[in-house]
């Protein structure tokens, strides 16, 4: 099974500032890689897929990159509503896994 | 605009059984993909299983094989779960997740709100 760590567990940012958020897998998923935001309450919303498509109606301030084992995820001009939780999942291979998640924190 | 919403979950006791509903709708069932995936506050989000259009390829994570069944009812717009022999572990928010089309894997353009299942004496 392919693990995904996501770095780190809570990015303490303040509104307007750059947010960059990493996953890695431990072994090459290649790009089958998508990004999720998750509000409380809510389910997971896709924003990325293919490790930097975003997904239909994702703002463009938000944006994917990498490819192997290294991704990120940059954020740009934090706006209130990024502040909240942020998955990685790989398809390269089953069974499919995400990673543990990375909390967008006010700071 | 897509919808798919789950029903059947509840408490159950440790080696009961449960199944799970997704009613589909918004979009062609019948040609999506789909996957159910459950979420713990300790484990975080877990592939559960997926199957193809026609329901005739299935795949499971480990930790369900065996134990879990999904299946689909093209007609009737539904994904279904079945779970026997529940443990504790399987205590979790399930939801239903629309596979997304032509991005060459399996991750999810839409989810459902969740069905909560407990396992628990």
């Known amino acids: 099974e392919i693990v995904m760590t996501q770095s780190p567990a809570t990015l303490s940012m303040s509104p307007g500032a750059r947010a960059t958020l990493s996953c890695r897998a431990s072994q090459s998923v290649s790009s089958n890689l998508a990004w999720y935001q998750q509000k409380p309450g809510q389910p997971p919303r896709l924003l990325i897929y293919g490790a930097s498509t975003r997904a239909t109606g994702i703002p463009d301030r938000f944006s994917g990159s990498g490819s192997g084992t290294e991704f990120t995820l940059t954020i740009n001009s934090l706006q209130s509503e990024d502040f909240t939780v942020y998955y990685c999942q790989q398809y390269k291979i089953w069974p499919l896994t995400f990673g543990g998640g990375t909390k967008v924190e006010i700071k | 605009e897509v919808q798919l919403l789950e029903s059947g979950g509840g408490l159950v006791q440790p080696g009961g059984s449960l199944r799970l509903s997704c009613a589909a709708s918004?979009?062609?069932?019948?040609?999506?993909?789909m996957s159910w995936v459950r979420q713990t506050p300790g484990r975080g989000l877990e592939w559960v299983a997926s199957?193809?259009?026609?329901?005739?390829?299935?795949f499971y994570a480990d930790s369900v094989k065996g134990r879990f069944t999904i299946s689909r009812d093209n007609s009737k717009n539904a994904l279904f779960l079945q779970m026997k022999s529940l443990r504790a572990e399987d205590t979790a928010a399930y939801f239903c997740?629309?596979?997304?089309?032509?991005?060459?894997?399996?991750?999810?353009?839409?989810w459902g709100q969740g069905a909560l299942v407990t396992v628990s004496s």
């Open positions: 199957l193809t259009t026609t329901g005739t390829s299935t």
């Open positions: 918004g979009f062609t069932f019948s040609s999506s993909a």
């Open positions: 997740a629309k596979v997304f089309q032509g991005g060459g894997g399996t991750f999810f353009d839409y």
